[in-house]
């Protein structure tokens, strides 16, 4: 195998259907077709629909990245794919289609965590990960902090959201707005026009009787609520909502926490660099947030760009490169999609 591997990633654990190829640490082409929009009229992503969509859209963008990048299958050296956690029936087009690819190509398949690969993808933008490393990883199923002492062997699990996740909580008051989906993009905008004091709503795990159990894991769900009565009862006194207060209010108590909580992560563990990931790694305010903190302790942050934050094939990629490169035997043909794929796991053993 040579020193830089070329690696294909395929991605397809929620509703984006990604295809990467990198070569080592450099990013030749990231392929994305999204169903979002055969979703929003529902308010949220629906298991059934994403999948006829990745059906429909592998082959295509599979296509498409070997177009970009200028090579065929017969060139790749390893295929990598999301074999969870993620949605059941999403991860099976993906997981298929890749054993079928590595039959077919006679490549070596590795089947790796989505969660992991998040912090991969970090690589492609801003060169090896300093280890330890903490990473957060907020998105729309997971907000989890993690202790990254060696991305191939296993990451160490610090905390996580014990309800709603936080691109689950902007879901949520998005569609209680009336601003549509996907939440998180919408009332990052709409809360530039609105005052983020405003409204005092909850700081969920964050009081002194939550440290012992809790320093490290978040609730949004509490949060979601308080927005919803605080705006029905606007509503019921006959007053207009101010939507812009509102998101901008909600928005800056989920940053607020994830940014308090991450540092403290670092302090904690004596750990000088924090890689943000997920699709909520694109909000405007938690960056900003997570930089103004961080700076305070010397802490410096690496977040990738918003492309690369959001479910990409690159990023699987990526981390299948990773394992290549450290002489991690690749995955079994008969290898698994895992829904509950535990983040101790960055690849499936062969």
């Known amino acids: 195998m040579p020193d830089e591997p070329l690696v294909l990633g395929i991605e397809t654990s929620c509703d984006e259907t990604g295809i990467g190829i990198v070569r080592g640490h450099t990013l030749l082409a990231d392929a994305l077709a999204s169903s979002v929009e055969q979703h929003a009229r529902f308010g949220g992503v629906v298991p059934e629909v994403a999948s006829r969509a990745h059906l429909e859209a592998l082959v295509p963008t ?12 017969a060139d790749i050296d390893a295929i990598a794919v999301t074999s969870g956690p993620g949605l059941a029936g999403a991860l099976l087009v993906g997981v298929a289609a890749a054993k079928g690819y590595a039959i077919a190509a006679e490549k070596p398949i590795y089947g790796v965590n989505h969660l992991a690969a998040h912090v991969a993808v970090d690589t492609l933008e801003h060169g090896p990960l300093p280890e330890p490393a903490i990473a957060m990883l907020v998105s729309g199923g997971h ?13 160490t699990p610090l905390g996580a959201t014990i309800d709603d996740a936080a691109g689950e909580a902007f879901d949520k008051v998005a569609r209680l707005l009336g601003l549509g989906f996907p939440g998180g993009p919408i009332i990052d905008r709409s809360a530039r026009d609105g005052d983020p004091g405003s409204i005092a709503f909850p700081r969920g795990l964050t009081a002194a009787k939550d440290q012992a159990a809790h320093r490290f894991d978040f609730s949004f769900s509490g949060l979601k609520t308080a927005v919803a009565r605080w705006v029905e009862a606007r509503e019921r006194a006959g007053e207009p909502v101010p939507i812009a207060d509102v998101s901008a209010s909600f928005q800056e108590a989920v940053c607020d926490v994830l940014t308090r909580k991450a540092i403290d992560a670092c302090l904690t563990n004596g750990v000088g660099t924090l890689v943000i990931g997920g699709g909520v790694a694109a909000n405007s305010r938690l960056r900003v947030l997570a930089e103004q903190r961080a700076a305070k302790h010397g802490i410096l942050v690496r977040v990738p760009r918003p492309q690369l934050c959001t479910d ?28 509950a794929m535990s983040l101790t796991s960055v690849s499936v053993p062969g």
């Open 312 to 339: 990409n094939g690159a990023m699987v990629a990526a981390l299948g490169s990773h394992l290549v490169a450290a002489g991690v035997a690749p995955s079994r043909l008969d290898l698994p999609a895992d829904s």
């Open 143 to 155: 907000s989890s902090l993690l202790l990254v002492d060696d991305l191939t062997a296993g990451v």
């Open 62 to 73: 599979m296509q498409r990245a070997l177009d970009e990048a200028g090579v065929t299958l």
